[in-house]
């Protein structure tokens, strides 16, 4: 006999087996059935947003190529199984594991013709800070020129395909690659979705 885990997330929902077979019938109710010791999938739903908005706190970057996680006063949006995390500026993750997409736009300044670049950061060790550098996903990577003082800010996007399991901690990396200028990541819109 296999067993079956039902996981009720509104109204009622009735299991039943006979003869070997399964039915469920369910009333205006969304349903994940799981094997034993497997991991639910995460939720449709499950969704964070983290953003600045109109940041006016630059990210310090003292040497060239320093990679540092950007500086502001976060807000956040849109959370179901997600909360700004107390200690950071990071979106931590409350759901089972799951697969999520994180896409993050931005617009920055930084010193005339600087080569700056962006990532998503992922920290999975609640008990650590966040690393710019152990903690960046490298396929997220993607540079921009900063242009010239007169024609700032520039903009750009960053995305990637990332596993998430409970507690993990999402958030934005800025990089100075030319000199040590700092950055200044005026707005910001990270959203993570499953």
Do not use: W
Request: proline content about 4%; overall charge negative.
């Amino acid at each position: 006999m296999t067993a079956v885990f039902v996981e009720q997330q509104d109204a009622s929902v009735v299991v039943t087996e006979e003869d070997g077979l399964v039915s469920v019938t369910s009333s205006d109710v969304s349903l994940v059935l799981t094997a034993p010791g497997a991991q639910a999938p995460p939720r449709s739903e499950d969704s964070g947003v983290l953003y600045l908005k109109a940041n006016t706190i630059t990210t310090p970057i003292s040497i060239a190529n320093e990679r540092a996680v950007v500086s502001g006063v976060p807000e956040t949006n849109m959370l179901i199984n997600f909360e700004k995390d107390a200690s950071s500026n990071s979106l931590k993750y409350l759901g089972t594991s799951g697969r999520f997409h994180i896409v993050a736009t931005f617009s920055f300044y930084s010193g005339s013709q600087d080569t700056c670049g962006f990532y998503i950061g992922i920290n999975r060790n609640a008990s650590s800070p966040l690393n710019p550098d152990d903690d960046r996903i490298s396929e997220s990577e993607i540079y921009a020129n900063a242009g010239t003082q007169s024609n700032q800010p520039k903009t750009g996007a960053v995305q990637t395909l990332a596993q998430l399991a409970n507690g993990d901690r999402v958030f934005f990396i800025v990089q100075n690659k030319t000199k040590s200028d700092d950055i200044l990541v005026e707005f910001l819109k990270m959203v993570v979705t499953s």
